[in-house]
T-cell receptor, first 113, second 114 residues
Framework: DQQVKQNSPSLSVQEGRISILNCDYTNSMFDYFLWYKKYPAEGPTFLISISSIKDKNEDGRFTVFLNKSAKHLSLHIVPSQPGDSAVYFCAASGDGTASKLTFGTGTRLQVTL | DGGITQSPKYLFRKEGQNVTLSCEQNLNHDAMYWYRQDPGQGLRLIYYSQIVNDFQKGDIAEGYSVSREKKESFPLTVTSAQKNPTAFYLC?????????????FGQGTRLTVV
């Protein structure tokens, strides 16, 4: 039972445009959400997070939006850069911490010139 | 430089053998975790430890064992009972029960059973 879903396995965006990566979850107990970026054969690196008491969190080019009623979150990257090309994972936690994260299957973002 | 070190980066094991993956952190984090990644899948939690000398099973603990004798170290043993051990293994750590923090990951160990 996949509690965190990333339904788009891949996404291609032109440099300078906006990248929107989506994530849906089914467990209403999740209250903390994180996005990680991962290159092949490396560990994930943290990008941005959002608590369920917020609906938006911004950090530079990265913004995460949370729609609790729809159980949906999205990561916006603007402007997209070639170095953003990687696999992006969303993850969720049910206790507000980074403990016992449940991950989605990832979306591979390709930023083209 | 603070971080998480996993070793080795690549590991080959014969069927029927146990193998231990190393994970060390110098971030002074209380909590440590082991995840497994298979192709086309997300990361799945194997074991986690919130404090020294204590650990709990994650979602896919069967065929694995861990120990947490020191705060800095959380080795994972893949036993012969693990039916499909070939995977990419990731160790992580965090500030435990502190709210709204992130988990930091090591560079991973790719285990191949030959």
């Amino acid at each position: 039972d996949q509690q965190v879903k990333q339904n788009s396995p891949s996404l291609s965006v032109q440099e300078g445009r906006i990248s929107i990566l989506n994530c849906d979850y089914t467990n209403s107990m999740f209250d903390y959400f994180l996005w990680y970026k991962k290159y092949p054969a490396e560990g994930p690196t943290f990008l941005i997070s959002i608590s369920s008491i917020k609906d938006k969190n911004e950090d530079g080019r990265f913004t995460v939006f949370l729609n609790k009623s729809a159980k949906h979150l999205s990561l916006h990257i603007v402007p997209s850069q070639p170095g953003d090309s990687a696999v992006y994972f969303c993850a969720a936690s049910g206790d507000g911490t980074a403990s016992k994260l449940t991950f989605g299957t990832g979306t591979r973002l390709q930023v083209t010139l | 430089d603070g971080g998480i070190t996993q070793s080795p980066k690549y590991l080959f094991r014969k069927e029927g053998q146990n193998v231990t993956l190393s994970c060390e952190q110098n971030l002074n984090h209380d909590a440590m975790y082991w995840y497994r990644q298979d192709p086309g899948q997300g990361l799945r939690l194997i074991y986690y430890s919130q404090i020294v000398n204590d650990f709990q099973k994650g979602d896919i603990a069967e065929g694995y064992s861990v120990s947490r004798e020191k705060k800095e170290s959380f080795p994972l043993t893949v036993t012969s009972a693990q039916k499909n051990p070939t995977a990419f293994y990731l160790c992580a750590s965090s500030l435990g029960q502190l709210m709204n923090t992130e988990a930091f990951f090591g560079q991973g160990t790719r285990l191949t059973v030959v």
